[in-house]
């Protein structure tokens, strides 16, 4: 039996990630410090991880190191980051010790002991940045904020690592994703998980600029079925867009939303890009606020990812509709917000 590692486990896709695995028989080894994972996320309907899953950081040597020389881990699934990007924009050194540091201490864990193969999750938002669509992985202009700029270093030291080392590592940028256990409750959640948040609790969603920014939107399920193909196939380093390879704007989803939750009183209402981080004003405050250019460049930023690499070696194309995706989203998380409701 195959022995994997998942950091990040307790979060939205490292949870689904142990789960897939464990229902393929993989022995699993789960791992979170629940910053931001949630034991919400370990319930599955036939099976509960949150007995079996350790408490603690990849930064770590100590455990990481006694983990990594009991088990002999086959593969390893790193997740575990700081994903938010104003989190990241408001600590930047903390971003920088979890999403690089670490990285690289699972790297050097990875590469004493033996791992066949590392899963790194990198990012869509390192492409900030390009003006060339799609964007293939080839192809990168440096990103500017703090948080695709730390995976975007995180996937250098991949890189050097394989190089050096000899060793098989995969780096998967993820394009936006969606899909059961979404966070919807953390003060910036994703777009998707926001506005089923907003319509559940009878408030208008806010959307910064007009809503026709463009996006691309993978489903949970298809990348994790991609999670699992790039340890089958291919050695050394890798870097592989996981994405629909097509587009939805903002409006167009939120509209989804709206007609599926059969929600309709409470329609969008559209604000400046300026205020896009107006929970975090320390952002704006100091000798050097954020330069409203860089917020612009967020919000109505354009992605559409090629996913032609991940079809020609691994043969994986995602499966799952917008409608279908959207509404598995929707089922999910409306029974955590209800839970939220009971549990204040």
């Given at each position: 039996?195959?022995?994997?590692?998942?950091?990040?486990?307790?979060g939205?896709?490292?949870?689904?990630?142990?789960?897939?695995?464990?229902?393929?028989?993989?022995e699993?080894t789960?791992?979170?410090?629940?910053?931001?994972g949630?034991?919400?996320?370990?319930i599955?309907?036939?099976?509960?991880?949150?007995?079996?899953i350790?408490?603690?950081?990849i930064?770590?040597?100590?455990?990481?190191?006694?983990?990594?020389?009991k088990?002999?881990?086959?593969?390893?699934?790193?997740?575990?980051?700081?994903t938010?990007?104003?989190?990241?924009q408001?600590?930047?050194?903390?971003?920088?010790?979890?999403?690089?540091?670490?990285?690289?201490?699972?790297?050097?864990?990875?590469?004493v002991?033996?791992?066949?193969?590392?899963?790194?999750?990198?990012?869509?938002?390192v492409?900030?940045?390009?003006?060339?669509?799609?964007?293939?992985?080839?192809?990168?202009?440096?990103?500017s904020?703090?948080?695709?700029?730390t995976?975007?270093?995180?996937?250098?030291?991949?890189?050097?690592?394989?190089?050096?080392?000899?060793?098989?590592?995969?780096c998967?940028r993820?394009?936006?994703?969606?899909?059961?256990h979404?966070?919807?409750?953390?003060?910036?959640?994703?777009?998707?998980?926001?506005?089923?948040?907003?319509?559940?609790?009878?408030?208008n969603?806010?959307?910064?600029?007009d809503?026709?920014q463009?996006r691309?939107?993978?489903?949970?399920?298809?990348?994790?079925?991609?999670a699992?193909?790039?340890?089958?196939?291919?050695?050394g380093?890798?870097?592989?867009?996981?994405?629909?390879?097509?587009?939805?704007s903002?409006?167009?989803l939120?509209?989804?939303?709206?007609?599926?939750?059969n929600?309709?009183?409470y329609?969008?209402?559209?604000r400046?890009?300026?205020?896009?981080?107006?929970?975090?004003?320390?952002l704006?405050?100091?000798?050097?606020?954020?330069r409203?250019?860089?917020?612009?460049?967020?919000?109505?930023k354009?992605?559409?990812?090629?996913?032609?690499?991940?079809?020609?070696?691994?043969?994986?194309k995602?499966?799952t509709?917008?409608?279908?995706g959207?509404?598995?989203?929707?089922?999910?998380?409306?029974?955590?917000?209800?839970?939220?409701?009971?549990?204040?």
């Amino acid at each position: 039996m195959k022995k994997c590692f998942i950091t990040g486990a307790a979060g939205f896709i490292g949870s689904q990630i142990a789960y897939h695995l464990y229902k393929k028989g993989y022995e699993v080894t789960l791992l979170d410090n629940f910053s931001y994972g949630k034991e919400d996320n370990l319930i599955f309907e036939d099976y509960d991880f949150r007995q079996e899953i350790i408490r603690g950081d990849i930064r770590d040597k100590a455990l990481i190191n006694k983990l990594f020389e009991k088990k002999k881990f086959d593969y390893v699934y790193h997740i575990a980051a700081i994903t938010p990007l104003p989190d990241c924009q408001t600590n930047p050194a903390e971003a920088v010790d979890v999403n690089v540091t670490g990285t690289v201490a699972i790297l050097e864990a990875s590469r004493v002991y033996g791992a066949e193969k590392i899963i790194f999750a990198s990012t869509s938002a390192v492409y900030e940045n390009n003006t060339d669509f799609p964007s293939v992985e080839d192809n990168v202009v440096p990103p500017s904020l703090i948080y695709p700029s730390t995976k975007y270093t995180a996937e250098q030291f991949c890189r050097a690592y394989a190089d050096t080392y000899n060793m098989n590592i995969v780096c998967l940028r993820f394009a936006n994703v969606y899909g059961p256990h979404l966070d919807c409750l953390r003060t910036q959640p994703p777009v998707t998980g926001y506005m089923i948040r907003e319509l559940f609790f009878q408030r208008n969603p806010v959307l910064h600029g007009d809503g026709t920014q463009r996006r691309d939107f993978v489903y949970v399920e298809d990348l994790i079925r991609l999670a699992e193909l790039v340890i089958q196939k291919g050695t050394g380093f890798d870097i592989v867009n996981v994405s629909t390879g097509t587009t939805v704007s903002v409006n167009e989803l939120m509209d989804t939303v709206i007609r599926l939750m059969n929600v309709h009183d409470y329609p969008p209402e559209y604000r400046e890009v300026a205020h896009f981080w107006h929970n975090y004003p320390n952002l704006y405050g100091g000798a050097y606020p954020i330069r409203e250019e860089a917020l612009a460049n967020e919000v109505t930023k354009y992605t559409e990812l090629s996913n032609a690499h991940a079809f020609e070696k691994y043969g994986w194309k995602p499966l799952t509709d917008l409608e279908t995706g959207v509404q598995n989203t929707i089922d999910f998380s409306l029974k955590i917000l209800e839970k939220s409701i009971q549990d204040n």
